[in-house]
């Protein structure tokens, strides 16, 4: 079996025609500054090729499904294993997406309750136990019993009439029906033929009484309950009532039969009850549906609460909960399956730590046949239960909505669905793992990316975390810089040789009996870093924090974990607030400081207090409501609030860094002004892509088509029409400086800088995009196409291009996530910059030369999750050192301040 993989001729995005050998079963880190072509190697070509290698291997009738899929720009790649992608983007915001669902172990979960379940009476809280037939028809002569000797209950409702009318039957009627279809799509055209042939004259179709004599017709794309009208039986006749026992009797047992354990009845009172072989509670009639993984689904209608239609809010986008179900998702039949005496709701609100307990102790409490069913559902549950653990995901809850998690959190999430499949052989290609996390909890995922390698599994990580780099069989580290800059092989070898400059990779390309050394160590721009050579300066002197300075005081914080913490934040300093993932860092930041602020500065400091209400908030934050806490006061201090996180800046392919900060209305503006464009007469809106009149009306302005692979992920193709252009041939036609729209779209920050130096609205901006590290990437790039570390730089550009008040509070979430320590370094630039103008500047940060230059740290924790919540300290970050036994953050800040 072939021990490497080996690329020849790599030139996808900027990668400059790169030979490259890898070993096969290591861990190989790529790492190189932002824009470098990192992921153009790992994901557009390592991956794009084992993605379509596999394609490939499917059959012609299979692929038709699939359409076209692009090689990538690579001449050959030998030694490819099956490769699996977990990256930053694929992250889903939809609001029924969790924790659970993201990692399958609400799939198993459902199937668990739906096999070894016990329901339990919603009313009464009775165990439901099985029922036969004769104990139904008591049950119904008991129930038409009562309702004859209280005549009250005769007096129907509005909802019980309309429900005798569209049954066809008076209020002296029983009717027995027997439900063969239950929510399956289907015309059913055979099966309703057959039923009239066996005697039956009517149905109910969807809660509507059918004459089977008439043609029934039911669309086979829309899902149907049918029922079988059995008998009815009018219950006032002066009959033998032995006689009407056993008429009863004997459409109970039909109904039974026809339907396999099941029998509908509506009483004279308009109500209606479903009666099962199976289960049936003895103290109120209550009957349970069949019990079967789609009850457990707040997705299915047969699971999800019929308020809120499983989002578990009073509304879309609100943070109330539903006034049915409380937040539960789930209808009451659902909430009265236990296992091991909890719910699936109770089980899904624990935390990953607490489910891990809650799962070891259920097997002791399972009988040895219900271990027998419930097995391999336990297995796989507990297999992904403990990765989370390992990779210090312990503090998040299992209905953790996916669009609350980090990038580094989701992704962590996915990969341990992935692991939880227990693969040998296959390649796992990871972008940045270590976002979110604190470098005490590094290790364990580090740890856990060996154990998967060690499996005999190749894990390529496109990292700039040391600890993870330390840890690596093998480094590529790619530039010298970024965009066109980059895209070449600086050094490919050992870690040893890295660290230790071997002679052997001074510029040669020696081959041993494993794989092609490349590069120079001492070039190398990471190599310099970890070997001491370069480093971020900590500050000479830091800003001064006293009792003169002014302060933002957070009083009775108590949102999620926050354990009634007290906070003071420095004003016109450079804030860091730290911690454990999971302390209560953004809960802090996001859901208390930020809405609070936004919500009053938008009224200018005083609000009245009607305006207070979620719903007058900030635009950004619709119907949203502020963290619990007492008090916050030293808003006066400030006049704007700005949170720059890492949500896309746009969802579909049409938004780029060009749109975002509005230098494109500049660049239009300056088409649309050309010779050309005013003899064809042509407006600013010629030169949109969102607009009829200019594009590309084949892939309507976005370059590319986009496939849907169903059981894959989407492909993009280059548009065959416009050939990623975005534009039609007539609009192409129109040049400023010598180039078309197109053209300009596809140049880089850093040309098009130098392009339109003499035009300051556009000048301005791309100035500061470079400023932030983001000359690489083009002005047309996709913001699908953008990390998150990206997306947030961009986000601040945009703000820095802005009028300066000089007052104004910027919130940022990791903002070094996707940066080498060379763009680090960029970065703090800008950021000191802001701050010395008379700004305030708060991160959440884990980076420790982040950490080490900020002016004051805020420290939560001491742990994640019910753990965390409290100030740990405060202070310089000598001082937040010197308190290394209190703090995680001093323990290893300690380290860097030496």
Same mark, same amino acid.
């Given at each position: ?49 084992? /993605?379509? &290698? ?26 490819? %294993? ?5 990256? /930053? ?40 136990? *099985?029922? !036969? ?6 049950? =119904? ?27 066809? /039957? ?5 009717? =027995? ?20 042939? %066996? ?48 008429? $009863? ?6 109904? +039974? ?19 099962? !072989? ?8 209550? %009957? ?124 962590? =999430? ?152 007290? +906070? ?62 007492? %008090? ?19 969802? !579909?392919? @049409? ?12 660049? &239009? ?5 050309? !010779?050309?464009? @005013? ?6 809106? &010629? ?86 590290? $983001? ?28 009028? /300066? ?25 800008? $950021? ?17 030369? +982040? =950490? *080490? ?41 300690? @380290?860097?301040?030496?």
């Amino acid at each position: 079996m072939q021990n490497k993989i080996i690329i020849k001729g790599a030139r996808e995005h900027n990668l400059k025609n790169i030979d490259l050998e890898l070993p096969r079963n290591k861990m190989i880190v790529f790492t190189g500054l932002s824009g470098s072509g990192k992921s153009s190697l790992a994901f557009d070509t390592i991956f794009a090729e084992g /993605q379509r &290698r596999y394609i490939e291997s499917l059959s012609a009738y299979a692929r038709q499904f699939l359409g076209g899929m692009s090689k990538p720009d690579v001449d050959e790649i030998e030694g490819l %294993s099956p490769a699996i992608s977990i990256d /930053q983007k694929a992250h889903s915001a939809n609001p029924r997406s969790t924790t659970a669902t993201i990692t399958e172990i609400y799939d198993y979960l459902r199937v668990l309750y739906a096999r070894v379940g016990k329901p339990y009476c919603p009313h009464c809280g009775t165990k439901i136990e *099985k029922m !036969t037939v004769d104990e139904m028809t008591s049950r =119904i002569t008991y129930h038409v019993s009562r309702i004859n000797k209280n005549p009250k209950s005769k007096i129907l409702n509005p909802k019980e009439i309309q429900n005798l009318k569209s049954n066809n /039957q008076n209020d002296n009627d029983l009717t =027995i029906l027997s439900p063969v279809v239950r929510g399956r799509k289907g015309e059913y055209y055979q099966m309703l033929y057959d039923t009239y042939n %066996s005697g039956f004259l009517e149905v109910r179709v969807d809660g509507k009484m059918k004459s089977l004599k008439n043609k029934i017709i039911l669309s086979k794309n829309k899902k149907h309950t049918i029922e079988v009208a059995i008998d009815k039986i009018a219950v006032s006749d002066k009959q033998n009532k032995q006689d009407e026992q056993q008429r $009863l009797a004997e459409a109970v047992e039909t109904a +039974v039969d026809l339907s396999n354990g099941l029998c509908t009845v509506i009483f004279p009172d308009g109500t209606e009850q479903i009666y099962s !072989t199976e289960y049936s509670c003895p103290k109120d009639g209550f %009957s349970f549906p069949e019990i079967e993984p789609r009850m457990f689904s707040f997705n299915s209608p047969y699971g999800c609460c019929d308020h809120c239609s499983g989002l578990g809010t009073k509304e879309l986008f609100s943070e109330e909960d539903c006034p049915k179900c409380e937040g539960k998702r789930l209808n009451e039949n659902a909430l009265s399956v236990k296992v091991g005496k909890k719910n699936i709701w109770e089980v899904v609100s624990m935390t990953i730590e607490e489910a891990g307990d809650f799962f070891l102790n259920l097997e002791d409490q399972l009988s040895e046949k219900e271990l027998e069913i419930a097995g391999a559902a336990l297995k796989e549950i507990e297999n992904r239960l403990q990765f989370m653990l390992n990779v210090g995901l312990h503090y998040l809850t299992l209905s953790r909505k996916a669009g609350t998690l980090s990038g580094g959190e989701a992704q962590r =999430i996915r990969l341990a669905s992935q692991v939880g499949q227990r693969l040998v052989g296959a390649m796992y290609i990871l972008d940045e793992p270590t976002i979110g996390l604190h470098q005490r909890d590094n290790d364990r995922l580090v740890s856990t990316l060996r154990n998967l390698c060690d499996k005999g599994n190749t894990i390529i990580v496109v990292e700039h975390d040391e600890d993870t780099i330390m840890v690596s069989d093998w480094v590529v580290d790619i530039g010298p810089g970024a965009g066109k800059h980059g895209g070449e092989i600086v050094f490919s070898g050992e870690l040893d040789e890295l660290l230790k400059m071997s002679e052997s990779t001074k510029g040669t390309k020696l081959r041993n009996d494993k794989c092609v050394r490349l590069g120079d160590a001492k070039k190398s721009l990471t190599g310099q870093y970890l070997r001491g050579e370069k480093k971020i300066e900590v500050p000479e002197k830091r800003r001064k924090v006293d009792k003169n300075t002014p302060k933002i005081i957070i009083k009775g914080a108590e949102e999620h974990n926050l354990k009634n913490i007290n +906070v003071e934040i420095p004003l016109r300093r450079f804030v860091c607030l730290t911690g454990v993932s999971g302390s209560g860092k953004s809960t802090l930041m996001n859901r208390i400081l930020y809405r609070e602020v936004a919500n009053r500065v938008n009224y200018f400091g005083h609000a009245p207090a009607d305006k207070k209400n979620p719903v007058f908030a900030l635009r950004a934050t619709p119907g949203k409501l502020t963290g619990k806490h007492k %008090s916050i006061t030293g808003i006066e201090h400030i006049d704007k609030i700005i949170k720059i996180d890492q949500r896309p800046i746009g969802r !579909t392919p @049409r938004s780029n860094p060009a749109t975002y900060t509005k230098a494109y209305d500049g660049i &239009r503006d300056l088409f649309e002004a050309t !010779t050309e464009a @005013r003899i064809r007469g042509y407006k600013k809106g &010629r030169f949109s892509f969102n607009r009829p009149s200019g594009r590309c009306e084949h892939c309507e302005g976005k370059g590319v088509l986009e496939i849907e692979m169903h059981f894959l992920p989407s492909v993009q193709i280059i548009c065959e029409v416009c050939k990623g252009a975005r534009f039609n041939n007539e609009t192409l036609q129109v040049h400023y400086n010598e180039k078309n729209i197109a053209e300009v779209l596809d140049m880089t920050i850093e040309d098009a800088e130098d392009f339109f130096k003499d035009i300051p609205p556009i000048y301005d901006k791309l100035k500061v995009l470079n400023e932030v590290g $983001l000359d690489y990437l083009t002005l047309g790039q996709s913001a699908k196409t953008l990390s998150g570390g990206e997306a947030q730089r961009i986000k601040l550009s945009r703000e820095l291009a802005k009028k /300066q008040t000089r007052k104004t509070l910027y919130l940022l979430d990791e903002p070094t996530t996707g940066l080498h320590y060379e763009d680090v370094k960029k970065l703090l630039v800008v $950021l000191d910059r802001l701050v010395s103008q008379g700004n305030t500047v708060m991160v959440i940060e884990h980076n420790l030369d +982040v =950490i *080490k230059t900020a002016d004051w740290i805020i420290d939560l924790g001491p742990d994640g999750g019910d753990k965390g919540g409290e100030l740990v300290t405060v202070g310089t970050p000598e001082e937040v050192a010197m308190r290394s036994t209190l703090s995680y953050t001093g323990k290893y800040l300690k @380290r860097v301040l030496k």
